[in-house]
């Protein structure tokens, strides 16, 4: 079969068109099928290796509200707001950042016993959050 540029230009149009349609598949992040595929927002408490986890301060509140974590795991406080925030564990005090200026970073190593940790900031007490140590 011989192909004359009429033929050629509908090949690869078509060829353009399978390429657009492949690309846009793998683009798909597992939708169903039944419906357009989205993304979910990341779960309120969270799991992590003793390798690393990370709190994020924004708007004046712990992210995630809820950590659980391995013993010994190294965690790493972010603060994204302008203000000065700490984070303390309540009661016991098995762990304390000290101030973290505002767009500053800090970290703690998460306690090595078992347990439920209660933290706050101690500038702004009605910041609350829990270290889950399993």
Do not use: W
Not at 1 to 22: D, E, K, N, V
Not at 78 to 102: E, M, P, Y
């Amino acid at each position: 079969m011989t192909f004359t540029p009429l033929h050629r230009g509908h090949t690869a149009a078509a060829l353009a068109s399978a390429c657009t349609l492949l690309a846009l598949a793998g683009c798909s992040n597992g939708g169903n099928g039944n419906g357009p595929a989205t993304t979910s927002a990341p779960p309120a408490a969270s799991s992590t290796g003793p390798a690393a986890a990370r709190i994020v301060i924004e708007n004046f509140a712990f992210s995630p509200a809820n950590l659980r974590v391995r013993p010994g795991t190294k965690i790493t406080v972010v603060n994204r707001d302008s203000a000065t925030h700490t984070v303390t564990a309540t009661g016991n005090k098995k762990f304390d950042t000290g101030s973290i200026a505002g767009d500053a970073t800090a970290a703690f190593t998460a306690p090595s016993a078992p347990g439920s940790y209660s933290y706050i900031c101690t500038i702004h007490p009605n910041m609350k959050g829990t270290l889950t140590v399993s």
